[in-house]
C-alpha cells in the first residue's frame, strides 16, 4: 500500500485514474472514509472541503464548469495529502480529508495548505475553497460519525461567516458527555419529566411591570436533578433533533398560559424545528384548542434560524400570526438579518443580543451599536428588549438609549414551574 489513499471512486472522471494508480486503493464514499478510521490512531483531523462559489460558477459557466471544477480541485487535493491521509467523497460538492494531525494547530496548517491546493488552478474560475475541520486528540472506533458531523458543522460556520476555515474541537470524553446528557434529556422529556423556568421580561420604565415571562425548558433525572437547557440543547441542535424538545417547551408554556389567564409567555423555537412538521403541527392544534392562549404566546426565533431558513420561516410565521400569537426576534445584532428580512417578517419584537449588554454603561462602542439597534428597531415598529442586564448602571445606560423592556439577572432570575407526573409546582430558581 503506497502512503496515500484516495478513497473516491468518482475521481476517475477527470485525470482520475491517474491519481488512483499513483495513490493505491479506490473506495467510494462514506463507507471508504470508515475505512481510514479504522487505519489512523491517535491525535487526528478530519476536514470537509467545498468550493464557496460554487453557485456562482454553475450560473455563469453552466454546471459542467461546475463539476469539472469540482473534480480537478479534488484530484489536486488527493496530490497534497500527507502520508497515510485519506480522501473521500462526501456528496456532489463535499470532499472528506482524514489525516493524523498532533495538534489543532497543525490541522489548521494542513487545512491552509489544502485550501491552497484547491485554489490552484491554472485556468478557469477559481475554486473559492470553503473548509471546516475537526480535530480528536484520540480517535476512537465509533467516532466516524461524530467527527463528521462536527466537521460539517465547522464547514457551515465558515460558510456563514464568510470565513474560509473553521474548527471543532473533538474531545472523546467530553463528546461522550455531551452525548449521553442529550441522550438523558430526550428520555426525560419523553417520560414526561420536563419543566419550564420562567423568566421576567420588565418595562424599563419606572413601573418595572413584567411584560412577559420567558420559558426555558428544563428536564430532570430519576434523581430529581434538574438539568438545564444549556447542558443538553447545544448538542442536540448540534445533531439536529432539537424537535422534541421545542414541542415539549411549546406545551408546557401553553399549560402555563391556561393557568394563569393574566400572564403572556415566550418560548423558543429552534431552526431544526422550524422545517419540520411536528412543532407547525403541535402549535396549530395547540392554538385552535385554545385561542385565548394563543393570543398571550411569543414565539422567540433566532437571526441565524430564520434568515438560514426563509423559505420555511415566511410559512411557519403566517401559521403563528394566523392564530394570533406574536414573533421575536432573539438575539439581535448578533447574526446576519438584512433589512429586507425585517421589512419581510415584520417581527413584533427584538431581543438585543447581550454580548452589546454587557457594560454598556462604560463602552461607548456598545452605546454606538446598541442606539442603532433600536433606531432600527424603532423604524419597523418593533419593541426592543434589552438580554442579560445584570446591573443598575447597565440598565441606566439602556433606559436612556429608549429600549422598552430589560430581561437578565438583575430584574428576575428563572422560576421552575413543574408539571410533570407528580404535577406539583415547585416555585425554585433554576
Known amino acids: 500500500m503506497s502512503g496515500?489513499?484516495?478513497?473516491?471512486?468518482?475521481?476517475?472522471?477527470?485525470?482520475?485514474a491517474k491519481a488512483a494508480r499513483r495513490v493505491g486503493a479506490v473506495v467510494p464514499g462514506r463507507d471508504g472514509l470508515k475505512v481510514g478510521f479504522g487505519r489512523i490512531a491517535g491525535p487526528a483531523a478530519l476536514i470537509v472541503a467545498t468550493a464557496g462559489a460554487l453557485g456562482g460558477v454553475n450560473r455563469i459557466y453552466g454546471h459542467e464548469t461546475g463539476d469539472r471544477l469540482?473534480?480537478?480541485?479534488?484530484?489536486r487535493l488527493a496530490h497534497a495529502l500527507p502520508?497515510?491521509?485519506?480522501?473521500?467523497?462526501?456528496?456532489?460538492?463535499?470532499?472528506?480529508?482524514l489525516v493524523p494531525a498532533a495538534s489543532p494547530e497543525t490541522a489548521h496548517d494542513l487545512a491552509r495548505d489544502l485550501a491552497d491546493a484547491m485554489a490552484a488552478a491554472l485556468?478557469?474560475?477559481?475554486?473559492?475553497?470553503?473548509?471546516?475541520?475537526?480535530?480528536?486528540?484520540?480517535?476512537?472506533?465509533?467516532?466516524?460519525?461524530?467527527m463528521i458531523a462536527a466537521a460539517l458543522g465547522a464547514l457551515d460556520r465558515a460558510k456563514a461567516d464568510g470565513a474560509e476555515i473553521e474548527v471543532a474541537l473533538l474531545d472523546d470524553e467530553a463528546e461522550r458527555d455531551a452525548l449521553g446528557r442529550a441522550r438523558r434529556a430526550l428520555d426525560?422529556?419523553?417520560?414526561?419529566?420536563?419543566?419550564?423556568?420562567?423568566?421576567?421580561?420588565?418595562?424599563?420604565?419606572?413601573?418595572?411591570r413584567i411584560l412577559f415571562r420567558e420559558a426555558l425548558i428544563r428536564v430532570s433525572g430519576p434523581s430529581d436533578a434538574t438539568m438545564p437547557a444549556q447542558d443538553?440543547?447545544?448538542?442536540?441542535?448540534?445533531?439536529?433533533?432539537?424537535e422534541e424538545v421545542d414541542v415539549a417547551a411549546l406545551s408546557l408554556a401553553f399549560d402555563a398560559l391556561a393557568r394563569d389567564p393574566s400572564t403572556r409567555v415566550s418560548v423558543n423555537l429552534s431552526g431544526a424545528a422550524m422545517t419540520r412538521r411536528k412543532w407547525p403541527e403541535a402549535f396549530a392544534s395547540f392554538a385552535s384548542s385554545a385561542p385565548d392562549c394563543a393570543a398571550r404566546l411569543i414565539v422567540e426565533v433566532t437571526e441565524e434560524a430564520a434568515i438560514a431558513r426563509a423559505g420555511a420561516a415566511s410559512s411557519l410565521f403566517a401559521l403563528i400570526r394566523k392564530h394570533g400569537a406574536a414573533l421575536a426576534l432573539d438575539d439581535f445584532g448578533a447574526g446576519r438579518t438584512s433589512f429586507r428580512h425585517l421589512r419581510d417578517f415584520r417581527f413584533d419584537l427584538v431581543k438585543i443580543d447581550g454580548g452589546f449588554i454587557r457594560g454598556i454603561d462604560s463602552s461607548a462602542d456598545n452605546q454606538m451599536l446598541v442606539s442603532a439597534l433600536?433606531?432600527?428597531a424603532r423604524q419597523f415598529d418593533m419593541m426592543v428588549v434589552a438580554e442579560f442586564v445584570e446591573t443598575a448602571a447597565e440598565a441606566r445606560t439602556l433606559r436612556g438609549i429608549g429600549v422598552d423592556g430589560f430581561q437578565g439577572f438583575f430584574f428576575g432570575r428563572p422560576a421552575l414551574v413543574w408539571s410533570g407526573p407528580d404535577s406539583a409546582e415547585r416555585g425554585a430558581a433554576g
Do not use: H
Open 4 to 16: 496515500f489513499m484516495v478513497l473516491n471512486a468518482a475521481l476517475g472522471g477527470v485525470g482520475g
Open 83 to 97: 502520508p497515510r491521509g485519506c480522501l473521500a467523497k462526501l456528496s456532489g460538492a463535499k470532499y472528506a480529508v
Open 70 to 75: 469540482i473534480a480537478d480541485a479534488a484530484e
Open 188 to 208: 426525560a422529556i419523553r417520560a414526561g419529566r420536563a419543566s419550564i423556568a420562567l423568566q421576567p421580561v420588565v418595562a424599563a420604565d419606572a413601573s418595572k
Open 232 to 242: 443538553f440543547m447545544p448538542e442536540l441542535e448540534r445533531l439536529g433533533m432539537t
Open 123 to 146: 485556468s478557469g474560475p477559481s475554486v473559492d475553497p470553503r473548509l471546516g475541520l475537526a480535530w480528536t486528540p484520540s480517535l476512537q472506533p465509533g467516532q466516524e460519525e461524530a
Open 374 to 376: 433600536v433606531a432600527i
